[in-house]
């Protein structure tokens, strides 16, 4: 099928990828397709003491850690520390980490980068648990983490420390109607950040991301992304980005018009993706995206 022959014509606005699980985002102009999905996309992660994750629900100033992609590094920097240097090929001590109750083969990236995460994430936690040390994990890429099936069917869908699938599309219609809807409450726009998308597509209406099954991508071959679960909203949306401090009103407008039957009636924004066919392509901003809708 030609891109001309797809009932949705969109193209890529943005791509994001986020290195360090819910630490800020980067924004690249083009980026690698991988079997775990775009290329250094959550491919470390914040643990405590016992391995468990820890993410901006708990600790909201993992959202002021921005990563900066150097050609063989990780630049970390926060507010008040020194910059974190971590070469990409870097690993310490293999260790097991746990996210969403998953257990996953994972290495230890050492005292330095413990003790960074620990002295700027500490301010966080109740002064009961200031003591708590936090760690820096970086995924096994020899270790299996599978998307549940019940919604990949029969695709493998393998993710690093994402919450649970490669990739998530939004657009950039869906966050302009989220804000006239805040804007008619009196309340100021919010940005694409608060959503945490890998791909925003452009030149469609408003949840078009919703009524699609997969997504045709114009790369060097065909890139296709099967949209196979809506993506439920937890309380993050509502941290401010920029200052760590949450307030109810994403949350709140999005729960009067985006309950989803599909999951059970929770707020949605944006589609969870899982790769059909395209990996080693490169994903690049403008190109053209064509989908077919399915009501």
Not at 102 to 116: F, K, L, P, R, T
Not at 140 to 145: A, L, T
Request: hydrophobic content about 40%.
């Amino acid at each position: 099928m030609s891109q001309p022959d797809f009932e949705l014509q969109a193209s890529i606005q943005n791509l994001y990828i986020y290195p360090v699980k819910s630490c800020a985002g980067v924004e690249l102009k083009e980026v690698i397709l991988t079997d775990t999905g775009l290329e250094f996309d959550r491919a470390w992660m914040v643990v405590d003491e016992t391995g468990e994750f820890v993410t901006q629900r708990e600790l909201p100033r993992m959202c002021l850690i921005q990563p900066t992609m150097k050609l063989y590094e990780i630049v970390l920097r926060a507010p008040g520390m020194l910059a974190l240097h971590i070469a990409l090929d870097a690993v310490e001590q293999p260790c097991r980490v746990s996210v969403w109750g998953q257990e996953c083969a994972a290495y230890d990236m050492g005292d330095v980068a413990a003790q960074w995460f620990t002295d700027f994430l500490a301010q966080d936690l109740p002064a009961g648990q200031r003591a708590m040390k936090l760690r820096l994990a970086r995924f096994d890429p020899e270790h299996r983490r599978l998307s549940n099936k019940k919604w990949t069917k029969e695709l493998d869908a393998l993710n690093q420390f994402s919450d649970g699938y490669p990739i998530l599309v939004a657009s950039q219609a869906s966050l302009d109607g989220l804000n006239a809807r805040l804007a008619a409450q009196g309340h100021s726009p919010v940005t694409m950040q608060r959503f945490r998308p890998n791909i925003v597509l452009s030149g469609v209406d408003a949840h078009d991301e919703d009524r699609v099954k997969a997504l045709h991508i114009s790369a060097d071959s065909t890139v296709e992304l099967a949209l196979v679960k809506p993506c439920p909203r937890c309380p993050m949306p509502n941290v401010d980005p920029l200052t760590a401090i949450p307030s109810p009103e994403v949350g709140d407008t999005l729960q009067g018009y985006r309950q989803d039957a599909r999951v059970d009636g929770a707020v949605t924004f944006g589609m969870n993706a899982a790769i059909r066919s395209g990996l080693e392509q490169v994903l690049r901003v403008g190109q053209a995206v064509g989908a077919n809708y399915d009501f």
